[in-house]
């Protein structure tokens, strides 16, 4: 018989012991550096903010650059890099003062020009960006550190837009880097935020490192969600990439890390029974979903996409990861918990799926043995075991799939070509989202159906994106009657494809304190380390 890695640490943790596995961490930190705090976060291969909505992108965006105004903790808009602002009588004309104090990592000062620069690339690519370019009739400087927002007719989201952190993010940078098309990725890691990017220490693939940035000036209010004072409390923070979950976990147990972003399910346990480990349930709750490539077959044609809403067994999907307590079903776009979620065109949900059903709708579709490829984000244990399902369940009903593994940071890359299969291209991926993201249709771009100009999988419904133009201009109470028709349009055409909803604790060291709690990103100030 032969014994899995797994299972050796399994029993040996289960029994009291510790397990000797192979550091790849003591050689450069120990347990008891208290101003070095190690994160095992998801690998990091994109660093321009405004190229993807990866949940690593926006943190390393959190921790060296900075945003015009912040979320606080009941996701209301506070000004960051503003000290004053105001709006006209007419509410078209926003002026714009930036506080005191700001500066590049370079030493050069932050100016309004660098601010109208990161604003305008900002909004050739994401939604919340391109509503508001579309509203304005100039964007300008008026002094160093003076800018307007002039706008043809009144737009009461503007702020809560500028505030967001959800990918692709509005940070603030240099002029010189901002005037790069959005499509072309900034190379150089310089921004005015509480944390510098260390290059001399970067190793890709293995981790990356950010020290406290000394001339950072925090503001004077208390911390926040993301708005408040960023006080860095540590002196460094290391980034570790480490794709193994047991060894993972050993690190965390021997203190050779003190923070471990995605924890392994069936290592639960092991966790709550440490005495000085930590499992942590976070406030928002997770959808999973997948995204097929609506330009490219088989999924250009819409049965194709229908069938697989008819092909999934949520809860069988979930419980791939998670112990029955910590998942859900979701059927509404909006989620489970927005002021938005509804019930509109949900027939297509049936516990246990539809497999003949969803056969069926691929003969319509006229597939023909294409190949699908699903990438398989072999680093991420919740998307990796809905990816081997998917697969087997598509194979069941004649569909010829097929997994594409990689890191996170390769599915990243990849899924960004639109083309064939043949050609690189792919079919299917799978991620998650807060369920919170999902109540703002307007900023969160995984809600456009904007076609080619669009997030990753391209969907593309003018019926639906004409309903999402409105969002802007009606108050709360009229969204929840448009978000039905919306929700009732999406369904038809089907954008993605929902798989279920789940709470993923973090596990932390007792002795990491301090952590702040906002839903898709990892703020590193205010934590620190006994």
Same mark, same amino acid.
């Not at 692709?168 to 002029?175: D, T």
């Not at 597939?367 to 990796?384: F, N």
């Not at 809905?386 to 990243?412: C, F, H, Y």
């Given at each position: 018989?032969?014994?899995?890695?797994?299972?050796?640490?399994?029993?040996?943790?289960?029994?009291?012991?510790?397990?000797?596995?192979?550091?790849?961490?003591?050689?450069?930190?120990?347990?008891?550096?208290?101003?070095?705090?190690?994160?095992?976060?998801?690998?990091?291969?994109?660093?321009?903010?405004?190229?993807?909505?990866?949940?690593?992108?926006?943190?390393?965006?959190? &921790?060296?650059?900075?945003?015009?105004?912040?979320?606080?903790?009941?996701?209301?808009?506070?000004?960051?890099?503003?000290?004053?602002?105001?709006?006209?009588?007419?509410?078209?004309?926003?002026?714009?003062?930036?506080?005191?104090?700001?500066?590049?990592?370079?030493?050069?000062?932050?100016?309004?020009?660098?601010?109208? &620069?990161?604003? #305008?690339?900002?909004?050739?690519?994401?939604?919340?960006?391109?509503?508001?370019?579309?509203?304005?009739?100039?964007?300008?400087?008026?002094?160093?550190?003076?800018?307007?927002?002039?706008?043809?007719?009144?737009?009461?989201?503007?702020?809560?837009?500028?505030?967001?952190?959800?990918?692709?993010?509005?940070?603030?940078?240099?002029?010189?880097?901002?005037?790069?098309?959005?499509?072309?990725?900034?190379?150089?890691?310089?921004?005015?935020?509480?944390?510098?990017?260390?290059?001399?220490?970067?190793?890709?693939?293995?981790?990356?490192?950010?020290?406290?940035?000394?001339?950072?000036?925090?503001?004077?209010?208390?911390?926040?969600?993301?708005?408040?004072?960023?006080?860095?409390?540590?002196?460094?923070?290391?980034?570790?990439?480490?794709?193994?979950?047991?060894?993972?976990? &050993?690190?965390?147990?021997?203190? !050779?890390?003190?923070?471990?972003?995605?924890?392994?399910?069936?290592?639960?346990?092991?966790?709550?029974?440490?005495?000085?480990?930590?499992?942590?349930?976070?406030?928002?709750?997770?959808?999973?979903?997948?995204?097929?490539?609506?330009?490219?077959?088989?999924?250009?044609?819409?049965?194709?996409?229908?069938?697989?809403?008819?092909?999934?067994?949520?809860?069988?999907?979930?419980?791939?990861?998670?112990?029955?307590?910590?998942?859900?079903?979701?059927?509404?776009?909006?989620?489970?918990?927005?002021?938005?979620?509804?019930?509109?065109?949900?027939?297509?949900?049936?516990?246990?799926?539809?497999?003949?059903?969803?056969?069926?709708?691929?003969?319509?579709?006229?597939?023909?043995?294409?190949?699908?490829?699903?990438?398989?984000?072999?680093?991420?244990?919740?998307?990796?075991?809905?990816?081997?399902?998917?697969?087997?369940?598509?194979?069941?009903?004649?569909?010829?799939?097929?997994?594409?593994?990689?890191?996170?940071?390769?599915?990243?890359?990849?899924?960004?070509?639109?083309?064939?299969?043949?050609?690189?291209?792919?079919?299917?991926?799978?991620?998650?989202?807060?369920?919170?993201?999902?109540?703002?249709?307007?900023?969160?771009?995984?809600?456009?159906?904007?076609? !080619?100009?669009?997030?990753?999988?391209?969907?593309?419904?003018?019926?639906? !994106?004409?309903?999402?133009?409105?969002?802007?201009?009606?108050?709360?109470?009229?969204?929840?009657?448009?978000? #039905?028709?919306?929700?009732?349009?999406?369904?038809?055409?089907?954008?993605?494809?929902?798989?279920?909803?789940?709470?993923?604790?973090?596990?932390?060291?007792?002795?990491?304190?301090?952590?702040?709690?906002?839903?898709?990103?990892?703020?590193?100030?205010?934590?620190?380390?006994?």
């Amino acid at each position: 018989m032969t014994i899995s890695r797994r299972e050796i640490i399994k029993a040996g943790l289960a029994a009291g012991t510790a397990v000797s596995i192979p550091s790849i961490l003591r050689a450069q930190t120990t347990p008891a550096d208290a101003q070095t705090v190690r994160m095992a976060m998801e690998n990091l291969s994109v660093f321009d903010p405004m190229l993807t909505t990866a949940t690593a992108t926006v943190s390393h965006g959190l &921790a060296i650059y900075d945003t015009l105004f912040a979320l606080d903790s009941k996701f209301m808009p506070q000004p960051q890099m503003v000290g004053q602002w105001s709006v006209s009588d007419d509410k078209r004309t926003y002026t714009f003062e930036l506080r005191d104090g700001l500066g590049w990592h370079d030493g050069t000062p932050v100016t309004a020009g660098d601010c109208v &620069a990161s604003i #305008r690339r900002w909004g050739q690519v994401e939604s919340g960006g391109q509503l508001i370019m579309a509203r304005a009739k100039d964007i300008s400087k008026k002094d160093d550190k003076t800018f307007t927002i002039a706008l043809k007719e009144p737009l009461g989201l503007l702020l809560d837009q500028l505030a967001k952190v959800i990918g692709p993010a509005p940070f603030m940078m240099r002029e010189k880097d901002a005037d790069r098309p959005a499509t072309e990725q900034v190379t150089a890691n310089i921004g005015s935020g509480p944390f510098k990017f260390n290059e001399g220490l970067a190793k890709p693939g293995a981790n990356f490192t950010y020290d406290r940035n000394d001339q950072y000036v925090p503001r004077k209010e208390l911390s926040d969600g993301n708005a408040g004072g960023k006080v860095v409390k540590v002196d460094r923070v290391v980034w570790d990439f480490i794709a193994d979950p047991q060894t993972a976990f &050993a690190a965390l147990q021997s203190g !050779e890390i003190d923070y471990l972003q995605a924890p392994s399910p069936d290592l639960y346990p092991l966790i709550e029974s440490d005495p000085s480990l930590q499992l942590h349930v976070q406030k928002s709750s997770q959808v999973y979903f997948m995204r097929m490539n609506c330009l490219q077959k088989p999924f250009d044609n819409v049965k194709a996409r229908q069938a697989m809403l008819h092909l999934i067994d949520q809860e069988a999907f979930m419980r791939t990861t998670f112990p029955p307590k910590y998942i859900g079903s979701v059927t509404s776009v909006f989620g489970n918990s927005t002021p938005y979620s509804n019930d509109e065109n949900t027939g297509w949900f049936k516990k246990g799926g539809d497999p003949e059903k969803a056969k069926r709708l691929f003969q319509e579709a006229g597939y023909a043995g294409e190949t699908v490829v699903i990438l398989d984000s072999t680093d991420w244990a919740a998307a990796d075991n809905m990816a081997q399902l998917l697969a087997a369940t598509l194979r069941k009903i004649g569909v010829n799939a097929e997994l594409a593994p990689s890191d996170w940071g390769g599915l990243v890359a990849r899924r960004a070509n639109k083309g064939p299969v043949e050609d690189g291209g792919w079919s299917i991926f799978i991620t998650s989202e807060s369920d919170y993201s999902r109540g703002d249709p307007v900023g969160n771009p995984t809600l456009s159906a904007n076609g !080619e100009n669009g997030w990753a999988g391209w969907p593309k419904s003018d019926e639906y !994106e004409a309903f999402r133009a409105q969002w802007a201009d009606v108050d709360a109470t009229e969204r929840q009657a448009l978000a #039905r028709q919306m929700q009732k349009a999406y369904w038809n055409f089907v954008g993605t494809v929902l798989l279920g909803e789940a709470v993923s604790p973090i596990a932390r060291r007792k002795a990491l304190t301090g952590l702040i709690e906002m839903p898709d990103c990892t703020p590193m100030w205010n934590m620190q380390k006994a």
